[in-house]
């Protein structure tokens, strides 16, 4: 067993997670095997090494070494107690820390030389902690984020969330509930919100935050919150921008309108196309994404018995297909109804190819025992990537759609709400 006696991490900042993979790397070979290594931030080391850092920074650092094409993954090469972690970005070459480490854990000391990128470009979850403190579908204890309307002061859990969404590749998270409070958004509550951006960033996990479409009318004091009127765009893009001053990184937007009390453009007879984009091109310009819901059923007419839940997403949603901004994502939840155990597989997977889709999966238990006992989902996700929508008489695995390979997509993947809390069991 040849473990490295030195570990390079070639990171920019201490905010970086070429930082903070130095770190993990010192800190697993230190627990696991009580072996203790030195830590540097330049040059490329002896040959008993742990090397860590960007395509670009590798490179400079470490002239004369081939490395291979990487997406947004990593290159991991170990031969011996010389290791080589190479992201094509920060948070790539975490994702290859945690790899190593994965190995270590394992007893595993094979010579490996590999490329791996994720298969989808969004990664993300989705809290459904509410401004006070409580969480929907919550079976965990409080929130780790939020109480009494107010960011919590201790942030040490939120820190270790971090580390563990970062372990799995997870690369977003929207810290509250989509059922939203209107007064997340006021000057001093953003500010709590860029403290909580502080402790993912480290872990290359950028914040994102649910609105509530109606904040124009119910904080902003306008008569209106109609998606094309002048004073309601401007009420956005005031707000996104006082957001992203103090978050420059912040992933963006998650959506919830026409839903279950939630406001939204039907109001005002305007498209939900309408209504996305007043948020996507407020945050355009700052490279943020906007996730809009299709669990949207609250108009239908329950008079007419051919309306049906069941189809209402696909019969607003698919005439739209197109008329979105690239930077819309319509998050689709996997079944037509709601995360129920067994249902049909939505056929918006199918029938949005001009629009960027991510599916929308649940991991508190909501339907599936409340946590009071273990579950485990994938074989249920397996059912849904593994399906077969076959649009135009071709194949379209769901997985394929929703790792935008299908209808050759920018924006593609999956959010899933998970709601952790502060028990401590």
């Not at 900042?13 to 930082?19: A, C, L, N, Q, R």
């Not at 470009?121 to 309307?149: C, H, K, L, M």
Request: some cysteine; proline content about 4%; overall charge negative.
């Amino acid at each position: 067993m040849n473990l490295p006696n030195e570990i390079v991490a070639l990171n920019h900042s201490e905010t970086s997670p070429v930082f903070t993979a130095g770190n993990e790397v010192l800190r697993g070979l230190e627990g696991i095997f009580d072996h203790h290594a030195s830590v540097k931030h330049d040059g490329c080391g002896s040959r008993s090494n742990v090397v860590i850092g960007t395509a670009h920074a590798f490179k400079s650092s470490c002239t004369g070494v081939i490395v291979p094409e990487i997406e947004e993954g990593f290159w991991l090469s170990i031969n011996g107690s010389s290791v080589k972690i190479v992201g094509q970005n920060d948070r790539g070459a975490l994702y290859g820390a945690f790899e190593y480490l994965g190995m270590m854990a394992q007893g595993n000391f094979t010579a490996v030389d590999y490329v791996t990128n994720p298969d989808q470009p969004i990664r993300w979850v989705n809290q459904w902690d509410n401004f006070d403190g409580t969480i929907e579908r919550g079976y965990e204890g409080p929130s780790i984020f939020f109480a009494n309307y107010s960011i919590v002061d201790d942030l040490g859990r939120a820190n270790e969330y971090a580390r563990l969404l970062a372990s799995i590749r997870v690369n977003g998270i929207v810290v509250n509930n989509v059922n939203a409070n209107e007064t997340l958004l006021k000057d001093e509550n953003i500010i709590g919100l860029a403290r909580i951006a502080d402790v993912f960033r480290p872990w290359g996990i950028p914040i994102g935050i649910s609105l509530n479409f109606a904040a124009p009318k119910d904080l902003g004091g306008l008569e209106t919150f109609d998606p094309l009127d002048q004073k309601v765009i401007q009420f956005w893009q005031d707000r996104s921008d006082t957001i992203y001053k103090l978050i420059p990184d912040l992933a963006g937007y998650l959506v919830k309108g026409d839903s279950e009390g939630q406001e939204g453009p039907l109001t005002y007879n305007r498209t939900l196309a309408d209504g996305a984009n007043l948020f996507a091109n407020a945050i355009k310009k700052y490279g943020g994404i906007v996730m809009y819901r299709a669990f949207v059923y609250e108009k239908l007419n329950k008079t007419d018995w051919k309306s049906d839940r069941a189809k209402a997403a696909y019969d607003y949603f698919q005439p739209l297909d197109g008329k979105f901004e690239d930077n819309v994502v319509v998050q689709v939840k996997y079944g037509p109804i709601d995360f129920q155990v067994r249902e049909a597989i939505s056929p918006l997977f199918g029938s949005l190819r001009h629009t960027n889709v991510a599916v929308e999966l649940q991991i508190t238990q909501e339907y599936l025992g409340q946590q009071c006992h273990l579950v485990y989902l994938p074989p249920l996700w397996r059912t849904v990537w593994d399906f077969d929508l076959r649009t135009d008489n071709e194949s379209t695995l769901v997985s394929e759609v929703v790792s935008g390979r299908r209808f050759n997509r920018p924006l593609a993947g999956s959010a899933a709400v998970v709601n952790v809390g502060t028990n401590d069991t």
